[in-house]
């Protein structure tokens, strides 16, 4: 059966009206939800849908670490060279084929008032019109009395990297309702997505905050509420519908990475070369990531997480591997071309980050694989798109300016 799609499709760009005509949400049962399956045939390759976050916000620790990128779409805002010498530790750090790298300077903005700042006009707009109006700090910006800075910092002293989740996810989800003139459009959308038992979303909430969760939650709600209570929406802010929020956005947030680097990467990989400058290119860019996992790691990103409507609705709730922009993440597929009726898990699908557009996006192609995912490498084995990131690197890094 056909669940409700309350613009379900909404938020797809680019191939809307295919993913209209080639996939359905249907609720599946009180134990899985809804699910996403295949109207029609599907052939290998095939663009599914470009979807864009109905919120998306960094990770606080990766914001603090100095991994700049645009405040609404999480786009890369380093140019490549900037990116390779931060994460070498070396200033003097140079990268052949500069045309190469896709940041765009020139077009950053930022908010008049705070100084946050976007990667295109384009962005800065989506953002004012969205939720910004609400949570601009102003002159506040570095004030550690502002609610909404105490309510990050707080956020820091519970969740530590690796990172899964942030506060300020929440925070958007709330002022982008308190904003909206169409308030119970977003309520829908928002309550589109998957909800938990009591003691489910105990149990996620426990493992977003880990034993600190009792004695922390109340603060954080507390902190929360003084910063951003909104009538419409009153009860997310009481206990029990501030943990069902916490398990929202534990269970349905997806992870967004982008990184300038590995564009760079991408686009010198795809450079008509001859064989000897083409070795001569694979030795420098493997140098390279050796020279940044003995510096800083296995964090090379800009990273984040989003609301997918549509992902959502994919019947495996586990956390994507981490895509970086202008890459792909090679998932499994049981048997290529999806058939109609195909419930489609995410776990089956790529997900890549548009190049094209100017906020972040999620494009799904139907593809064939082996029985695991496995991240797309080149054939030197160097991994230039990575999972979730291996826990304690965080130590490595250059302290926060």
């Not at 609404?72 to 003097?92: I, V, W």
């Not at 982008?176 to 489910?200: G, H």
């Not at 995410?346 to 548009?354: A, E, F, N, Q, V």
């Not at 160097?382 to 890094?397: D, F, G, Y």
Request: aromatic share 8%.
């Amino acid at each position: 059966m056909a669940a409700s799609t309350c613009d379900v499709f909404s938020f797809c760009v680019g191939v809307a009206g295919r993913a209209r005509v080639s996939v359905e949400v249907r609720f599946v049962s009180s134990a899985k939800g809804k699910g996403l399956f295949a109207t029609q045939l599907i052939r290998k390759g095939e663009t599914i849908f470009v979807e864009r976050p109905l919120v998306a916000a960094q990770f606080l620790w990766n914001a603090l670490y100095r991994y700049r990128a645009c405040d609404h779409c999480l786009r890369a805002l380093e140019k490549a060279e900037e990116n390779a010498q931060r994460l070498t530790g070396k200033p003097g750090q140079v990268l052949p084929h500069p045309e190469l790298c896709t940041v765009r300077k020139d077009l950053h903005q930022n908010c008049p008032h705070c100084q946050v700042m976007y990667c295109s006009a384009e962005c800065r707009l989506a953002a004012t019109e969205q939720y910004h109006q609400v949570l601009c700090p102003g002159p506040s910006q570095d004030d550690p009395l502002h609610p909404l800075n105490k309510l990050q910092e707080a956020w820091r002293s519970v969740h530590y990297p690796p990172e899964t989740a942030s506060i300020m996810l929440m925070a958007r989800m709330v002022a982008t309702v308190k904003q909206a003139k169409d308030k119970d459009r977003w309520i829908r959308l928002f309550s589109q997505f998957c909800n938990k038992t009591a003691n489910e979303e105990e149990e996620i909430v426990h493992k977003l905050l880990g034993d600190k969760f009792k004695g922390q939650l109340e603060l954080l709600r507390r902190l929360f509420t003084e910063a951003l209570y909104e009538e419409a929406v009153s009860q997310w802010f009481t206990p029990d519908g501030f943990r069902s929020l916490f398990a929202l956005v534990g269970t349905n947030g997806q992870g967004i990475g982008t990184s300038s680097l590995s564009q760079w990467v991408h686009a010198c990989d795809a450079l008509e070369l001859k064989p000897q400058d083409r070795e001569q290119l694979d030795i420098f860019i493997d140098q390279l990531y050796k020279d940044i996992e003995a510096a800083t790691g296995e964090f090379l990103n800009c990273e984040g997480s989003g609301l997918f409507v549509l992902q959502s609705c994919c019947s495996n709730p586990h956390y994507l591997p981490l895509a970086i922009q202008a890459t792909t993440v090679v998932c499994p597929m049981q048997r290529p071309p999806f058939q109609k009726t195909t419930s489609f898990c995410m776990s089956l699908l790529w997900r890549i980050l548009s190049q094209e557009r100017k906020f972040v996006s999620a494009t799904w192609t139907a593809v064939s694989g082996s029985a695991a995912a496995t991240a797309a490498t080149r054939s030197s084995g160097r991994t230039i798109c990575l999972s979730v990131p291996v826990p304690n690197a965080w130590q490595r890094l250059m302290n926060p300016m």
